[in-house]
C-alpha cells in the first residue's frame, strides 16, 4: 500500500448503480482525504443520497469499488463498514425517539466497543461508556437535556443528538446528510458551530443544499449532476465555474 | 469541549445524569411487591391453589411474550407454538416412565429454544405483516402436527398418562395444588429475574433501540438479525417452561396448547397490564385470568362479554395497559 492511498479516508472507482432506466451513480471516482472537510453538492436528484447509502452499505452497487482507509469494503455489510470506522447522519433525523439523549449515545458507544451483545451484566456497570455519552452531549452543549427522550425536544438539538450518535462510533469518516435540514434558521448557525468544532483528525462530507453552509464549512466541493461527478475543487474555484453556475447555482437563483 | 464549569460538574456528580444512568438496574423496593402477593394469596386461599398455579405459569408465558413484543418489537401470533412444544416435551417424557419434574422442565426449555432458533432463523428475515403471518404458519403447522402424531399427542382426545414424579423424591404435587403453586412460584421467579438480567444488560437496550428504530441500530453497527435471534431463542425457551409447569401440574397436554387463541389470549393480557415493562404480566395475566374465573362461574356460557368489555375499557382508558394508567395517576 503506497502513501497515495493511506491519506484516503475513503474512496470509490468507478463506482455504478441503476434502478432500471435511472442511473444514480455513473462511474462516480470520489477521493476524501484524511480530515477533510468536503462537500458533496448537486441539485435533486442529482444522486447525492444514494452515493452516501453505496458508501454505507444501505445499497449494493451494480460495479465499481470502495474502500475505507485504503481496504476495500464493497461486500461487506453495513455494519462492519461502521466498525471500519464510517459513521452517517439522516437526512431526516432517525434517532431512537422515546429513549433519552444519553441512552442515544450511549448505545452506539456500547456497540463501537462490542459491549452490546453483553446479556450477562448490568448497562449501568459500564459506566465509562455513560461517561463517555455525557461528555459528548456536554461538548455539544446538551447536558441539561441528557436525560430528557429525545422526542421532547426541538428539532434542531435533535440534529446535535445526531452528531452526537455519529461521534459516538468513533468516525474516521463522517457522511452528514444535510445536517441542517429541517432546523429553523436560527438554530442553523449551532449546528453549523458543531461542525465546525469537530476534531481534525475525522474526515467529514457535507451533504447539502445550503450553499451558505457548505461555502462556510467545506475547504473542497464537488458538484453531481444526474449520478455523475461533474466537478471537482476548493470552494472559489466552485462558485467560478461557469458550468456550475449553470447547472445548479443558477437554477438555485431562478427558484 | 473542555469548558465543563461547576454547573457541569454538579450533573455529573451522584445526582446527575450518569449517575442515575448507572443506577437503573438496581431493585426499586416495590419490585418486591407482586412476590409478597404471591406469598400471601398462598396463605389467604388455600382453595385456589391450583387456579394460583396457572397463573403463575400463565405469567411466565406473558413475560416471555414481553421479551418479544414489548422489547425486541416482534409482533409474533404464533407464540403458543413454543409453549405448547414445552407442554409436549414434557407431557410426553412423563407419560413415557420419565416423570422427573426438574429435568423434563430443562427438556421442554430446551425443546423449546431449539425450536425458536430454527424458526427464527426463517421467520425473522421478514418484518411487520409478513412476520407476523410467519409466526401464525409455525405455530398452525405444529398444531396440524401434533394432530396428526396422535400415537405420540393422542391427537384431538389429548396426552393421557403423565406421571409426574415428586419434586426432589420429596414433595408430592397434592391435590390442593400446594406443590404446584410452590413450584411454578419459583420457577417464575427464576424466570423473571433471568429476563430482568437480560433486559437491563446492554443487550436487552440495544434491543430497545432495535424496537425504536431498525435503521438506526444497522447505522450504528449493531447485529440486528443476531440480537433478535439470541432473545426469540430464549423467550421461546421460556414459553416452553411455562408450558411445561402447565403440563406437570395438571398432568395434562391438549391440542389448545398450540392454538391460535392460546397465542392471541397471551397477548390481550399482556396488552391489558402494559407491553415492554416486565411487570404487565403480573398485572395482566392474573386480572384476566381472575376475571374469567369469576364471570364463567356466574355465566358458563358468556363470560368472554366481559373479558371483552375489559379490553375495550384497556384500549379507551388506559392505553399502554393498566401500567400506564398508573404512571399518570402518579404524575
Not at chain 2, 7 to 28: K, M, P, T
Not at chain 2, 227 to 253: H, K, P
Not at chain 2, 315 to 331: E, H, K, P, Y
Amino acid at each position: 500500500m503506497n502513501e497515495a492511498t493511506t491519506a484516503l479516508a475513503l474512496e470509490t472507482r468507478l463506482l455504478c448503480k441503476s434502478f432500471g432506466a435511472l442511473t444514480v451513480a455513473d462511474r462516480i471516482d470520489f477521493r476524501l482525504q484524511r480530515g477533510a472537510r468536503h462537500a458533496l453538492i448537486g441539485p435533486n436528484g442529482a444522486g447525492k443520497t444514494s452515493f452516501v447509502n453505496l458508501v454505507t452499505g444501505a445499497l449494493r452497487p451494480d460495479s465499481g469499488e470502495i474502500l475505507i482507509d485504503g481496504s476495500v469494503v464493497t461486500e461487506l455489510a453495513q455494519s462492519v463498514r461502521v466498525k471500519r470506522g464510517l459513521a452517517r447522519t439522516f437526512q431526516v433525523t432517525a434517532l431512537f425517539r422515546r429513549l433519552s439523549a444519553l441512552e442515544n449515545v450511549t448505545l452506539a458507544i456500547a456497540e463501537r466497543e462490542g459491549v452490546a451483545g453483553d446479556l450477562a451484566r448490568p448497562a449501568g456497570r459500564y459506566r465509562w461508556i455513560i461517561e463517555e455519552a455525557f461528555a459528548l452531549l456536554e461538548g455539544l452543549e446538551l447536558a441539561a437535556d441528557a436525560l430528557r427522550p429525545v422526542n421532547m425536544l426541538a428539532y434542531g438539538r435533535q440534529r446535535l443528538i445526531e452528531i452526537a450518535v455519529a461521534l459516538g462510533l468513533g468516525p474516521k469518516v463522517l457522511l452528514l446528510d444535510e445536517p441542517a435540514a429541517g432546523v429553523p434558521s436560527r438554530e442553523t448557525e449551532l449546528v453549523a458551530s458543531v461542525v465546525e468544532r469537530l476534531p481534525s483528525d475525522i474526515a467529514v462530507l457535507i451533504i447539502d443544499h445550503d450553499m451558505g453552509l457548505v461555502f462556510r464549512l467545506a475547504r473542497r466541493i464537488t458538484v453531481m449532476v444526474e449520478g455523475r461527478i461533474l466537478v471537482e475543487g476548493p470552494p472559489e474555484a466552485i462558485a467560478a465555474d461557469p458550468e456550475v453556475r449553470r447547472v445548479y447555482l443558477g437554477e438555485h437563483e431562478r427558484r | 469541549m473542555a469548558t465543563a464549569g461547576p454547573v457541569r460538574a454538579d450533573l455529573r456528580a451522584e445526582s446527575g445524569a450518569v449517575a442515575v444512568f448507572a443506577r437503573r438496574h438496581r431493585v426499586h423496593p416495590l419490585e418486591a411487591l407482586p412476590w409478597a402477593a404471591a406469598i400471601a394469596a398462598f396463605a389467604l386461599f388455600p382453595s385456589y391453589l391450583p387456579l394460583g398455579a396457572q397463573i403463575l405459569a400463565t405469567i411466565l408465558f406473558a413475560l416471555s411474550a414481553d421479551l418479544v413484543l414489548g422489547y425486541a418489537g416482534i409482533v409474533t401470533l404464533g407464540h403458543a407454538a413454543f409453549f405448547g412444544v414445552g407442554a409436549y416435551t414434557a407431557g410426553i417424557l412423563a407419560a413415557h416412565g420419565w416423570g422427573e419434574p426438574i429435568s423434563g422442565l430443562i427438556a421442554a426449555a430446551l425443546a423449546a429454544a431449539l425450536l425458536g432458533l430454527i424458526s427464527g432463523l426463517v421467520v425473522l428475515r421478514t418484518t411487520g405483516l409478513t412476520l407476523l403471518m410467519q409466526t401464525l404458519v409455525v405455530a398452525t403447522l405444529l398444531h396440524e402436527a401434533a394432530n396428526k402424531a396422535s400415537a405420540l399427542t393422542g391427537g384431538d382426545d389429548g396426552l393421557q398418562g403423565m406421571v409426574v414424579w415428586p419434586i426432589f423424591g420429596l414433595f408430592r404435587f397434592d391435590l390442593f395444588g400446594r406443590t404446584a403453586y410452590v413450584y411454578c412460584l419459583v420457577v417464575l421467579f427464576l424466570g423473571w429475574w433471568t429476563a430482568r438480567q437480560i433486559v437491563q444488560s446492554p443487550f436487552g437496550r440495544s434491543l430497545t433501540g432495535i424496537r425504536e428504530n431498525v435503521l438506526r441500530m444497522h447505522a450504528i453497527g449493531a447485529p440486528v438479525m443476531r440480537r433478535r435471534l439470541v432473545i426469540y431463542t430464549f423467550a421461546a425457551g421460556l414459553a416452553g417452561t411455562a408450558g411445561a409447569l402447565i403440563a406437570q401440574t395438571t398432568q395434562f397436554v391438549g391440542l389448545g396448547f398450540l392454538g391460535l387463541e392460546r397465542s392471541g389470549t397471551i397477548l390481550i393480557m399482556l396488552i391489558i397490564g402494559g407491553v415492554g415493562r416486565l411487570y404487565g404480566a403480573f398485572i395482566g395475566v392474573p386480572l384476566y385470568m381472575i376475571a374469567q374465573d369469576r364471570f364463567s362461574a356466574i355465566e358458563p356460557v358468556y363470560w368472554y362479554f366481559e373479558i371483552g368489555l375489559l379490553m375495550v375499557l384497556t384500549v379507551v382508558f388506559a392505553r399502554g395497559g393498566l401500567f400506564a394508567l398508573i404512571d399518570r395517576l402518579r404524575r
